[in-house]
């Protein structure tokens, strides 16, 4: 399981979203309460598809959803501060920049499995 290069960079991916949960993407307020956005489903994705690292089916749709999920986070982040661009200065923080990271490994890992897939379907063949 952690010798396979798809199972470290999901962790990689696991570690960059994790940093997100502490620093939470938005603050949502309504009257005296306040509501944070954070990304708990996003972190642990990864977490599972390395736990079903037997059935690589489900490790790959599992990474489509993983980058769609942060794909949108990072959408949801550039469209909430760009009304803010042309009357104010706006501060882009390195915690809003890590979904395009956990993108970039949550692809990677994606090729991963699919070439192991690959693999274990021609190793099937010549059986």
């Keep these: 399981m952690i010798q396979r290069i798809q199972t470290l960079y999901l962790l990689i991916v ?6 997100m949960l502490f620093t939470p993407c938005a603050y949502f307020f ?14 642990l994705l990864p977490l599972v598809a390395i736990i079903l690292y037997k059935k690589r089916r489900l490790q790959v749709r599992l990474c489509m959803v993983e980058i769609i999920l942060l794909l949108g986070v990072q959408a949801y982040v550039i469209f909430s501060i760009f009304p803010l661009f042309a009357s104010l200065s706006v501060r882009y923080i390195i915690p809003n920049v890590l979904p395009l990271f956990g993108v970039l490994f949550a692809w990677l890992a994606l090729r991963a499995i699919r070439r192991d897939e690959a693999l274990v379907r021609s190793a099937d063949r010549i059986r």
Excluded: C, D, E, Q
């Excluded at 696991?14 to 940093?19: F, G, K, R, Y």
């Design 30 to 43: 309504k009257g005296n309460m306040v509501f944070r956005l954070t990304m708990i489903l996003a972190a």
């Design 14 to 19: 696991t570690v960059l979203v994790s940093v």
